[in-house]
């Protein structure tokens, strides 16, 4: 199989398992939220749980791998032997630092938003990483960016007209955790030229579970009450999102440039949606479903045309 395939083979188990996790945290995430009486405790509580599961999977990944018991399965660094250097140490943290802070916000906001609306919001990584672009290396927009970012600000402004559960809270906090996802992905691309993904998705795991779990037992020095359901569903998010979605969209970006795999994330909402219907009987309202049209669309606009600039 080729690497273009397997590339976008990764990137399609990414969104689908990305919205199995949005979905089944919907349960865990409610009965965690009315222990702690706080949106941001709940965040985080679910957020560190997440990645206590995930981090022994990730290294039970990483062992097997090791010891040769399961294939290596995306492109290694140019030199596997060598120590990453400090520019990959540095990119790693950035990654790191940013990924705990984004999955985070990502909770707080969960508490406000349906499924969807979450699904969809966090496809604004794309906008963030090409404004950053635009701002930080000087790139120029194309006529096609400019249609891509209005289209993508009429979907927020239509998104925004949805019933939410009090005020603009979800919505702020949801676009905070994009920007954080932005900057981790790009220092994640990079961290990889120095690092492999195993490597890199082994040290990501364990550092976001302390991390995560160090900022618990600061907001909130208790351990949550989950019923067998909840529980079960708290693993299968756990599984789903930082185990397998995270390690499908490091593995695709190791076959293609980061551009086209995000592209190919668009398909993610979709999953999102359909898995919130069936799991926990959340129906997406007109505005949701328009607004997440336009974002969708902009995304798609603003990907193409920059990936036609760099080519041309």
Known sequence: MQDRSKGIIFAQLNAFCAGMHFAA????????SRQTGNDIAAGIV???????????VNTMWWGLTRLK????????????????????????????????LGIALFWMGMQHATTAIAAVLSRLEILFVIVMGFTLLRERFSHWQWIGFALT?????????????GDMRGITILLCSALSFAVALVAGKLAMQHVSVQALMLVRAWSMAALLCLAWLMVWPQLPQLDARGLMWLVISAVSGPFLARNNYMLAVSYLPASQVVLLNQAQPIYAALL?????????????????????????????????????
């Open 25 to 32: 945290g919907v349960l865990p995430l409610s009965q965690i």
């Open 69 to 100: 018991l399961i294939p290596v399965i995306g492109k290694q660094p140019e030199l596997p032997g060598s120590a990453p250097g400090q520019k990959g140490v540095l990119l790693s943290a950035v990654h790191i630092l940013c990924s705990a």
């Open 276 to 312: 919130g219907f069936l799991l926990n009987a959340e129906i997406p309202g007109s505005m949701v479903v328009l607004g997440g049209a336009a974002i969708i669309l902009g995304n798609i606009v603003l990907i193409v045309a920059r990936d036609r600039g760099s080519n041309s």
């Open 46 to 56: 679910i957020a560190a749980m997440y990645y206590l599961v995930a981090a022994p």
């Open 153 to 165: 600000l009429c979907g927020i402004l239509l998104i925004r007209q949805a019933p939410l559960h």
